[in-house]
């Protein structure tokens, strides 16, 4: 769902820039408190954000196909929100925009600020609303959380789909009425919101069985001891507290998170469908792409996910996926780090 330059005419993308930044700004103060010091999980949390921007640059380029002639790919708001928190999920997604953007010509430079508002802050705000109140009407368990991960996602994209409209409906460049637009864009993005939810439960869930300490959505799921006294519950007061266990470094699930982007962008990549995705599709048969702008960085040497001047396919794309995880998890990871020093920093004064 990368808006191009064009879809959206200037003084709207100008408000939707300074939206995204706000944002983006509102989320750095979150993320401090997110990533701050051990009490919040912070030494585990700030080197796992990175990995998560990085895996979710390599799934989005596995396009599935989900209509004729039409395919999706990850958002990836719902499944950030939940591994490393919501204001550091608006943050992973900021920076995976900001990389596409810049290094493959992906999503528009001027539209920048529609695609942070669209496909990070929309997303991230929906599901983890709706992701924090079904863990609290649901029982205690993993298991509530790999099903209210798959509810979240699926509703965080047609969402984005929704705020894509109201946006385009604001300050769209072409005259194709709205509701077409919205009954479209809806209506194909519902189909790509079941593959956004299965790859956000399966991911969560493998999380949840190797390391759910590591879970931000999965944080106080151990409820207290109860014990049924004369028909009542009361907590069971142990007769010794156990001595608290070390924290375990998260390196193997890093590493192993590491090398599964890698081969995903750098191999699986070259399966992904062909087909154009739900806006692309969206936009060709309803004619909202008439004013589509060339991009400003289309003469990159990664442009449209290739390495200018190989020309195997194959090599060229997966090199460019392997390129890309790598800049993302570089970016990424020292961007927190330095949000999570400068949380440190401040506690410390």
């Excluded at 005419?9 to 944002?23: I, K, L, M, T």
């Excluded at 921007?53 to 395919?71: E, R, Y």
């Amino acid at each position: 769902m990368h808006v191009p330059d064009g879809f959206i005419n200037a003084p709207v993308s100008a408000v939707a820039g300074v939206a995204a930044a706000g944002a983006v700004a509102l989320s750095l103060r979150g993320a401090r408190r997110e990533l701050g010091g051990e009490g919040h999980g912070g030494e585990r949390t700030a080197p796992l954000a990175g990995l998560v921007a990085a895996f979710i640059f390599a799934v989005q380029m596995l396009n599935f196909p989900v209509a004729a002639g039409t395919s999706g790919h990850l958002l990836g708001g719902a499944l950030a929100a939940i591994l490393v928190g919501p204001w550091t999920g608006v943050l992973c997604i900021a920076v995976v925009l900001l990389m596409q953007g810049i290094l493959f010509a992906d999503g528009g430079l001027t539209a920048l600020g529609v695609n942070i508002t669209v496909m990070g802050v929309v997303t991230v705000v929906v599901a983890y609303a709706l992701f924090r109140g079904l863990v609290l009407l649901l029982p205690r368990t993993r298991a509530s959380v790999t099903a209210a991960s798959f509810v979240a996602a699926l509703v965080s994209v047609p969402a984005a789909a929704a705020a894509f409209t109201l946006i385009y409906a604001i300050g769209g460049t072409t005259d194709v009425p709205v509701p077409k637009v919205l009954t479209a864009m809806v209506g194909v993005h519902v189909l790509i919101g079941i593959g956004e939810a299965v790859i956000t439960m399966l991911t969560v869930g493998a999380v949840l069985a190797v390391r759910p300490d590591l879970v931000y959505g999965a944080r106080g799921l151990t409820a207290p001891l109860k014990l049924r006294v004369g028909g009542e519950l009361v907590d069971a007061a142990p007769a010794a507290a156990p001595a608290a266990a070390p924290a375990r470094s998260p390196r193997k699930l890093w590493i192993g998170g590491v090398v599964t982007a890698l081969v995903l962008a750098g191999f699986v990549s070259s399966y992904a469908s062909a087909s154009p995705d739900g806006l692309e599709k969206v936009a060709a048969d309803k004619g909202i792409d008439s004013k589509v702008e060339d991009h400003a960085a289309a003469g990159s040497p990664l442009a449209d996910y290739g390495v200018k001047g190989i020309e195997a396919p194959r090599l060229s794309g997966g090199l460019a996926g392997v390129i890309g995880v790598g800049a993302t998890l570089a970016v990424g990871t020292g961007a927190f780090w330095v949000v999570r020093r400068r949380r440190s920093a401040a506690a410390e004064a």
